[in-house]
């Protein structure tokens, strides 16, 4: 690997984790402030969350346009697979933790 290519990837790489860790705190900082009411809310975290996703396809998957196709494509089904994956698992076990702690509705017995 020549410097120059060298310099380049390491400022990707710092560039990608600089994205991230902003795309991570942004989120954070907007449910700890409180500033936003709750639907605003979920939509910068969703789309900083998406935004995250191309970060990461970017800069640490390095796919970039110019790759070769069936690699791309490859990769990009891997991540969508992935993130559907984690995303339903969660939300399968947020939706069966809300039900459990529900308390069970109440009846008027005579």
Not at 1 to 10: L, N, Y
Not at 41 to 58: C, D, E, F, K, N
């Amino acid at each position: 690997m020549t410097p120059d290519a060298e310099k380049r990837s390491r400022r990707n790489l710092l560039t990608g984790f600089g994205l991230a860790a902003v795309l991570t705190i942004i989120p954070f900082a907007v449910v700890v402030s409180g500033l936003l009411p709750s639907p605003a809310a979920y939509a910068v975290i969703a789309l900083s969350a998406l935004i995250q996703v191309l970060v990461h396809l970017r800069y640490f998957f390095r796919l970039e346009r110019m790759a070769a196709a069936r690699e791309s494509i490859a990769v990009l089904a891997f991540a969508t697979v992935l993130i559907l994956i984690m995303t339903g698992g969660s939300l399968w076990i947020m939706f069966d933790l809300h039900h459990r702690m529900m308390p069970p509705p109440m009846t008027d017995l005579p």
